[in-house]
């Protein structure tokens, strides 16, 4: 084979895996992806008055062979160096489309058996919702449900957002995402 042809092969190969990956979608019926979260996701503390619900997420269309979801939700605008973790989800079955408003509750009682949230840069599991500083442009916060290749992944119980997401991505099939913004 030659070099040209092992490109051609290597390019319609990945334009392959773009068509199934467009097949997987994440929506949610309170937020529009694009516009803007309201009152209710955002963070009740850290000088922010909101309700701290998280919203209702719906996913369709994964990758054949995915055997768990987890999902993320990150703000890559925090002025931390390493933007903001909202929401860290693991371990939700591979049977499970959705999650309801109001999953994310630090207790988590709200979601499918088995899921487990990880600590999020609040310093606690659970849906921590917007809160950016007052004045800076509004934030991209990425919605991102992940298409697992594992039926679960294995944690220590003080696990980071960062090591979760380091597993995340060594485990994953597909993602589908959103992104919403948020400014005060």
Known sequence: MTLKQSCLAS????????????DFTLTSPT????GRLTSSQVFDGFGCTGKNISPALDWQGAPAGTRSYAL???????PTGSGWWHWVVLNIPASVQSLSE????????????GALQVSTDFGQPGFGGACPPIGDKPHRYIFTIHALKVP?????????????????????????????????
């Open 11 to 22: 390019c319609l190969a990945f334009l392959s895996l773009g068509v199934s990956a467009g």
């Open 102 to 113: 109001g999953a994310g509750k630090v207790a988590g009682g709200a979601l499918p058996e």
């Open 72 to 78: 993320t939700v990150y703000d890559p605008d925090a």
């Open 31 to 34: 937020i529009e992806a694009g």
């Open 152 to 184: 679960k992944l294995e944690l220590p119980p003080n696990a980071t957002a960062a090591l979760a997401g380091y597993m995340i991505h060594a485990n994953e099939l597909g993602q589908a995402g959103f992104t919403a913004f948020y400014g005060r």
